[in-house]
């Protein structure tokens, strides 16, 4: 079944980034981390125009220390011309930025590639706008969050901040977990088992111990839920149960993306049985945000998760100065991240020292009063 309508938004400052979640009841609709220093989906960035890109109407473009692809209908640029363009997708594995052409925006003279014209918008205030009728509470774990936000949303937002002694986003990063799990279970017992690959992502639909058609009916409710939190897009394949009910299965399926608020297309069954369909890419997938290559988590993501959890311990523990035992690469990542190291340690009030232990794995890190 489909999940009710959005009721709540969690905003949650920590060092380094802000993280968003979209909530329905205690489960997680989407996600955004918004890590500090890097453009993401909707930023206006300058770029400098380069060679026209082979077999395709796209040029590259410069956007500062990485290359985008620019794509057009019919506008023809010069190579070395500077422009303003979106970024619709940051760059990722294998894969060039993907930008749009902004009309009318000015462009400083002096611009060099990759500065920021304008940046990107707010989770908030798209979430806001699409589901204001149903959300309840916006809550925010900062007072300078929750004002920040009232000047965004206006004063008709119901915007609080947390006061009590629990983690408010620890119901998010339980939906985070498994968002990031290949198998998402199904309450008839049955699975889908999600894969992307560079292609494609294949989505296989286990029925377990249920019938088929009970089976396919949650696998697509559940595949709907899966392509929003985990931000799936681009080519899609669904290896649905074969059925003689299958016929309905595209319009079942279009029925549960309806309120997608990326375009989402139902191209049908394949001739051997796959539902095929596409969704707009826009952004980065959860896994690309949080991830390696690999599936690991990548040494910025358990950086950022230690000093979050360094300036908890402190205040639980009531801890002046906390020590922080890492992975050798996660202290050379937290040597990148200074300005977020310094945040930690402005909210403790104290002192945060990192040390590098060779025998940790890169996901392990240890915390104690120091």
């Not at 060679?51 to 010069?78: E, H, N, W, Y």
């Not at 925010?140 to 009590?164: D, N």
């Not at 977020?340 to 009063?369: C, H, Q, S, Y």
């Amino acid at each position: 079944m489909p999940l009710p309508p959005p009721d709540s938004i969690l905003v949650a400052r920590g060092p380094g980034e802000t993280r968003y979640a979209l909530m329905s009841g205690e489960t997680l609709v989407e996600i955004a981390h918004r890590r500090d220093g890097a453009p993401y989906e909707g930023a206006v960035l300058f770029a400098r125009i380069g060679a026209a890109a082979p077999g395709m109407r796209a040029v590259f473009a410069d956007i500062g220390g990485a290359a985008g692809l620019l794509k057009m209908k019919s506008t023809v640029l010069t190579e070395g011309a500077g422009v303003a363009v979106v970024l619709v997708v940051p760059p990722r594995a294998g894969k060039n930025a993907e930008l749009a052409l902004t009309p009318d925006m000015p462009v400083p003279a002096d611009a060099k590639p990759g500065a920021v014209l304008r940046a990107s918008p707010d989770p908030t205030v798209a979430w806001w706008a699409r589901h204001g009728a149903t959300i309840t509470q916006i809550i925010c774990t900062r007072r300078a969050e929750a004002a920040r936000l009232k000047g965004l949303l206006g004063a008709a937002a119901p915007i609080s901040v947390h006061t009590g002694s629990g983690d408010v986003f620890a119901v998010a990063d339980a939906g985070i977990a498994e968002a990031l799990d290949p198998v998402a279970p199904l309450p008839c017992g049955g699975s889908v088992i999600i894969e992307s690959t560079a292609a494609a992502v294949c989505i296989d639909v286990n029925a377990g111990p249920a019938d088929a058609d009970t089976a396919n009916g949650e696998a697509l409710a559940a595949v709907a839920r899966e392509l929003r939190r985990r931000n799936l897009a681009g080519h899609i394949l669904v290896d649905v149960i074969p059925t003689r009910r299958k016929a309905a299965l595209s319009r079942l399926f279009g029925g549960l993306v309806a309120d997608d608020p990326l375009d989402v297309r139902v191209a049908g069954l394949t001739p051997l049985g796959m539902l095929e369909l596409t969704r707009r890419r826009m952004g980065l997938s959860l896994a690309e945000t949080l991830c390696d290559g690999t599936g690991r988590p990548s040494a910025e993501t358990v950086a950022l998760h230690a000093l979050r959890d360094a300036v908890r311990f402190a205040f639980s523990a009531k801890a002046a100065h906390v020590a922080l035992d890492v992975a050798p690469e996660v202290v050379e990542t937290l040597a990148g991240l200074e300005g977020a190291v310094t945040e930690a340690r402005d909210m403790i009030k104290g002192e945060i020292r990192i040390a590098a232990r060779a025998n940790f794995i890169r996901a392990r890190f240890e915390l104690r009063p120091a």
